[in-house]
Structures are given as structure tokens and as C-alpha cells.
């Protein structure tokens, strides 16, 4: 929760009417300053954001560096896109406008979102960039739009003269199905500031994975992590559960072939696949819930313990053999690994699969988290929907 | 600003603009106490009435303004800063408008009309007043501004910022 004055440098020149990133460049773009105004004023109170546009008749300031979150978003309303991007004078003015924070404990930041061909020689920029390293300032360099010859170098020199100590990140986004703000928000460009801003991050994807979760657990990235993160945990959980017990009724049938396996063995693994599964990254669970959802209903090994943990109390008042064949697929090891017989039974699916996955919206194919997906899934119809219907609440944020 | 729209509909040219003691002190003092030994300059905003082609300037404050030396181009200029100190000006008389701008000069410079347009935005012609924080001579130590649109032989808009000149007042008495 690092206190930071940031100064956001938007690029509103004709280059920005493009449609390459859904709606367009320019909307992609103001979803991905709102996100990160939010982002910064949540992670820290004192945090101030401001705003100018670098294109148009000329550099223009919309805001001096405010914490006031309302007038931030009001000024994006009504830009209007024209003119060419002037990148050097966008980020010495940003930087005199960060010389005047009414906080001068405040660090110092610019974000500038590189849309358009730089017309500026690299030496200028350099230049540029060693003037904000003396002064302290450190920049995040959004590359995306335009891809010309020699921009990618350009930024990255820029980058180089102004890093101090890894401060200063850059991020190249290309076009594609991806929105703007959902690559932005796994980068160091919100997860930079620390706890406070991967807080943020983590619980923007959890709401959005869960559709339920609310923020009101009590401002927890701000306050208390652990206490935030033991409360996701917990809700997720329990939404596991409830899935289980929905999908229980279809699976009876595939798991007759089960062998038996003793009952309080399965108990103390149950207890260290907990603690394992506590301390895994917030991120990875919903991909977590995902495997485990898929897993439980195809009988693949590797699901994950706490829904077996709901089936497991389920289970034993009512089915027994199914509390066996839970037991055998809990205990047989790693999260990753996937039977032979199961991947050979499967292959035929993965092409199918993987045309689903790559129309929907958000979901890229060659994400490596989709792609171990993809290798366990199974051929049911019924797990394809619940996992469509876990990605789309995703997708909606 | 609305209420300033609607009392200037038509913009009157304006003749004569008379700068009261209280403004000249309170931009000499802070002029002596922010900038007295760097090249750098004051700008601040001007507030007052005006009637009839005269403007009277009766109150000032100083807005946070940083110019890179070497290119007139940069600059900045907090507007939200003086937005917000003339809504709690206007709390207290209500009759001052913003009626332009000044600046420590000692003289024009490069990127005084992209300042002069800024100020556009908050009044229709906007009057810029140079004050000379260190004077040489005997004399009256402001000079004001304003900006004409010419139209040139080559159909192109020239906007040049012209000084008011006593030449001018006496034609315009006459």
C-alpha cells in the first residue's frame, strides 16, 4: 500500500478509432484507466490519480492529482479522439503536474498508454527518461494499439532511463480477444504497489469468478489480508460444496467401477490437502474450482479435497460406494497429473473443446491453465455447461 | 460562469482596464516571496467587474504554475486548484468574475497565448495584465493585454495578443 501520486497519460489521437480491441481502442482503454483509478484509490486512501490526454489540439490536463474518484471518471466523459499523440511534452507535463501534489510525501508515478506510432527519436526519450529518474518518478508504459517498426524498442530505451530499481514496468498488449483491462489487471502495473493493489486485484476476480462475493467483508485487502483471504477461502468453499451436491446425482452412475478403500485413511489426507489448499494463491483457485468441478464429475484424480470434504459428510449418510470411489481418486497424488487411460479417452474431446473455449469471449486457448483444463476434461455435456457458466461470471466483470 | 455568460452575450470590446492598489501589492508581495531570485515567473488569476468596455480589476490570487526553461512548450497549470479558489472567492462578494489573467513577466512569452486561450474557458475576452515586480522607473507598472483574430492575406487565423495603448483609449474618447 504504497502512497503514490499517479498521473495517467491518455492517448485520444485518430489512431484510437480502431476497432482491434473490443469496442474500440479508445473504450478499451477508459475501462482500463477506470479500473485503475479504482485500483489506486483502493489500495491506499491517500492515493491521488490524475488524468491528461496527450493527442488533440494539444497536451491537456483533465485533472490534478486527486483522491477524489467521481471527478476522475467525470473527466473521461466526452473526449473526443483526433490529432497525434505527442508522448514527450504528455510526460514532462505529467511530470510538473506531479511536482505540485499537494502531498509531497506521496511517490511519484506516470502511467502512459502508448497507443500510436512514436514520432519521437529514441535519444529524446531517453532523455526524457533519465529526467524522471532524477526526479524520482517512476513510469508504467502501456504498449498496445499501433504495433510499428521500432515502437517496441523505443519503449523499452524509455523504460531502461527511467528505471530505478524496478519500479517502472512495462506492458505490451496485443490485440486479440483479450479486453485491455482483464490483461492489465495480472500485470505488475496493478500488482506493483504490493499487498494492497494484488488485494484489490484478487478479490475483483473472485467477485467476478463468483458473481456472489461481497466486498463488504469488512474493507479486508486494506485492513486485513489474511482475514480477507481465510474469508474467500471459506466462501468458496462452500460454494464448492453446494456444486457438488448438484452434480452428484449424474456421477453415481460413472463411478460403480470404484474399488474400496478404508474410510479413516482418506482422513488425514483430507487434513494436509486443506492445509496445501489454504495457502494456494488466490488467483489459481478459481482455476482450482474449475479442475475440482471437472474432476468430481468425471472421476479423474486430483480433485481437490474440499469438495470431497462436502461429498465426504453427504456421502456417508447416503452413498456409500460413491464416498469409496472419492476416497481412491482423492488419494492418488498431485493436482496436475492425469491418468493415461483417462487422457487417451479424452483426446478425441479436445478439439471439440477447444473450438468451444475459443468463442467464448475472454478465454484464451493458449493459456496454459486452459490447456491443462482442456487435457482433463471431460465429454459430458453437463460439466461443459457448469464450466461455461463458471467462465461467463468471470467474463462479466 | 453561467451567470458571467449571460451578462457578456456580446462581447464588448473592451477600452480601458484599471487595476486597483490591493492586486498590485498582493502579486509584488508574493512575487517577493516565492520567486524574488529565479527566472521563474508568477502567473495568477484576475478577478473584478466589468462595465461598459472598462474593466476594473479588484482582486488576485496566485495558481500553481510550472514552465520547463528550455521548451516554452511544456507548461502547467493547475486549473482545478483555481477553480475551486474562485468558487470560495465568489462565496464572499459575489459580483467579482474572473476577468483574466497576470503574469510576472518581465515580458511576453512564447506560451502566453496557449495561457490566454486556456483562460477562454472561464471568460469570454479575457484580459492578460503584465506587472513589472521590479520596476526601473517612474511609472505605472502594468501593461494589459488582449488577444484579436486576424484574418490574413492567405486565408489563415492569426490570433496575436495586441496591448491596450493610450493612443487607442483617446481615439475611442474622442
Not at chain 1, 329 to 352: A, E
Not at chain 2, 22 to 29: E, R
Not at chain 2, 49 to 55: C, I, L, P, W
Request: hydrophobic content about 35%.
Amino acid at each position: 500500500m504504497v502512497l503514490e501520486a499517479t498521473m495517467i497519460c491518455i492517448d485520444n489521437s485518430e489512431w484510437m478509432r480502431n476497432g482491434d480491441y473490443s469496442p474500440s481502442r479508445f473504450q478499451a482503454q477508459a475501462d482500463a484507466v477506470s479500473l485503475i483509478c479504482g485500483a489506486k484509490t483502493q489500495s491506499n486512501p491517500e492515493n491521488t490519480v490524475g488524468i491528461l490526454t496527450m493527442a488533440g489540439k494539444g497536451v491537456r490536463v483533465l485533472a490534478t492529482p486527486t483522491s477524489d474518484l467521481g471527478k476522475v471518471l467525470s473527466c473521461m466523459h466526452g473526449l473526443e479522439m483526433g490529432g497525434e499523440m505527442n508522448l514527450a511534452a504528455g510526460i514532462q507535463i505529467a511530470q510538473l503536474a506531479l511536482k505540485h501534489r499537494q502531498n509531497k510525501n506521496q511517490q511519484q508515478r506516470i502511467i502512459v498508454f502508448a497507443g500510436s506510432p512514436i514520432k519521437h527519436e529514441k535519444k529524446a526519450l531517453e532523455m526524457i527518461g533519465k529526467k524522471l529518474k532524477k526526479n524520482s518518478v517512476a513510469l508504467d508504459i502501456v504498449n498496445f494499439g499501433e504495433d510499428e517498426d521500432g515502437k517496441p524498442e523505443k519503449l523499452e530505451a524509455l523504460l531502461a532511463s527511467v528505471n530505478n530499481n524496478d519500479t517502472s514496468h512495462i506492458v505490451h498488449v496485443p490485440a486479440g480477444q483479450n479486453a485491455l483491462s482483464d490483461v492489465l489487471i495480472s500485470t505488475p502495473v496493478f500488482t506493483g504497489d504490493g499487498e494492497g493493489g494484488s488485494g484489490f486485484a484478487a478479490a475483483a476476480a473472485a467477485a467476478a469468478a463468483g458473481g456472489v462475493s461481497d466486498f463488504d467483508f469488512g474493507v479486508d485487502p486494506n485492513i486485513d489480508p489474511e482475514l480477507a483471504l481465510a474469508l474467500r477461502v471459506s466462501m468458496e468453499e462452500e460454494r464448492a460444496r453446494q456444486e457438488a451436491a448438484a452434480k452428484r446425482a449424474a456421477e453415481e452412475a460413472t463411478r460403480q467401477e470404484k474399488g474400496e478403500e478404508a474410510q479413516p485413511q482418506s482422513d488425514s489426507q483430507n487434513a494436509t490437502m486443506n492445509a496445501t489448499e489454504k495457502a494456494s494463491d488466490p488467483m489459481d483457485e478459481d482455476d482450482a474450482l474449475l479442475k475440482q468441478a471437472l474432476a468430481l464429475s468425471m472421476n479423474i484424480p486430483g480433485s481437490d479435497s474440499s469438495a470431497g470434504d462436502a461429498q465426504m459428510s453427504e456421502a456417508t449418510n447416503d452413498d456409500q460406494e460413491f464416498a469409496l470411489a472419492l476416497q481412491m481418486s482423492m488419494q492418488d497424488g498431485s493436482k496436475d497429473s492425469s491418468d493415461q487411460s483417462d487422457v487417451s479417452k479424452v483426446l478425441g474431446d479436445q478439439s471439440f473443446m477447444s473450438s468451444i473455449l475459443s468463442s467464448l469471449p475472454g478465454v484464451d486457448p493458449n493459456d496454459p491453465k486452459v490447456k491443462d483444463l482442456l487435457a482433463s476434461l471431460p465429454s459430458q455435456s453437463e460439466p461443459q455447461e457448469k464450466k461455461e457458466e463458471d467462465e461467463q461470471p468471470k467474463d462479466d466483470k | 460562469m453561467d451567470v458571467i455568460k449571460t451578462q457578456q452575450i456580446s462581447p464588448r470590446p473592451i477600452e480601458k482596464v484599471i487595476v486597483h492598489p490591493l492586486v498590485l501589492l498582493s502579486i509584488v508581495d508574493n512575487y517577493n516571496r516565492v520567486a524574488k531570485d529565479t527566472r521563474k515567473r508568477v502567473i495568477g488569476v484576475l478577478l473584478g467587474t466589468s462595465f461598459k468596455g472598462t474593466v476594473d480589476v479588484t482582486n488576485s490570487y496566485a495558481v500553481p504554475f510550472e514552465e520547463d526553461e528550455k521548451d516554452p512548450s511544456i507548461w502547467f497549470l493547475d486549473h482545478n486548484y483555481h477553480e475551486s479558489m474562485f468558487s470560495m472567492f465568489k462565496r464572499i462578494n459575489a459580483k467579482e468574475h474572473v476577468v483574466g489573467w497576470y503574469s510576472t513577466g518581465p515580458k511576453l512569452r512564447e506560451n502566453d497565448l496557449d495561457i490566454h486561450r486556456l483562460f477562454h474557458n472561464y471568460v469570454p475576452n479575457p484580459v492578460l495584465v503584465i506587472i513589472d515586480v521590479q520596476p526601473k522607473e517612474l511609472g505605472i507598472p502594468t501593461k494589459a493585454y488582449y488577444d484579436v483574430e486576424e484574418v490574413k492575406e492567405d486565408i489563415t487565423l492569426v490570433v496575436k495578443i495586441t496591448p491596450f495603448s493610450p493612443a487607442n483609449r483617446s481615439e475611442t474618447l474622442a
